[in-house]
């Protein structure tokens, strides 16, 4: 059952999040998580901040908009109640995204509260900013399900399929992987344009770098398998799925796939400025969602419909056995 102005709505908080997901990446990238200090809700210690920072402008808008999306997450999920039947597909995935935003929500307080912002460079940030990511990219994956099944999505099942929903849920550890790597390196670079780490993008890799600085070349070689898997990943899907919504979700998640690799080398090139920093990550949720949308298409199963009562017969018909 489409709800065309629901759909619109899970539409529209799909793009809205993707806009928060670039500032909150823009906040990283200039320096300006602690802006706020340590105080979460509030941004140090007040409602609205008086003659802020430029530091702290930014932070407080991440936090402004976060919010935005929180709400927007509740609304979502109330309209899903009150538009669907109970187990409905789009009700659950309403209920995820609701899930998955609160969770969002505390882990950028503990990233403020245990000070893993800003300059800070330790083990424990890096492990932070991918589960951070992961995170994401569950809030995305959840939010992508409840606008495609309102629009009309079929419902999934994990059985009939043969090794197709194991093949898939490789694709999609694997490209969280590369996100999550991608979200350190990331943190890499910045904290050594800000001078945190000692070196500069133009050092040379060794044993003797950074963790964060080794990133550099572990994220290149983990994209560059993820991204020749999903060749193989994409051959498997049309094999068992000749329609042509599901050739496009494959071929176009392989073409995703290796433009960010080259995206990836662009940014090393120019020494990873913001600008295509942001570039880099837009094109990652990219590469998320059609890997979503990929499997929604490969696992449906057809809506079960219920066969018209036979009509009545009348007259001399209705004598005979």
Known sequence: MVRSRFAVFAWANVAYNLLVILWGAFVRATGSGAGCGDHWPLCDGQVIPRAPSTEMLIEFTHRLTSGVALLGAVALLVWAFRAYER?????????AVMVFMLLEA????????????AHNASASRAVAMALHLVNTFLLLGALTLTAWWASGGAPVSLRGHGRLPWLLGVGLVGTALVGSSGAVTALGDTLLQHGVLPGGLNQPLGAA??????????????????GIYTLFLAQAVTARRSELLARGFAWGLVALFFLQI????????LKAPVWMQLVHLLMADATWICLVLLSAVALAVPEE?????????????????
């Not at 505390?106 to 912002?117: K, M, Y």
């Not at 770098?209 to 993820?226: D, E, N």
């Open 87 to 95: 187990g409905h597909r789009v009700r659950q995935g309403a209920l």
């Open 106 to 117: 505390l882990l950028g307080a503990g990233l403020v509260l245990f000070e893993l912002v």
């Open 209 to 226: 770098s950074h963790p964060l600085v080794q990133m550099r070349i572990i994220h290149p070689i983990i994209g560059t398998l993820v």
């Open 262 to 269: 080259l995206l990836g080398g662009l940014n090393v090139t």
């Open 305 to 321: 419909r219920t066969a018209p009562a036979p009509l009545p017969r009348t007259g001399p018909a209705a004598l005979r056995p």
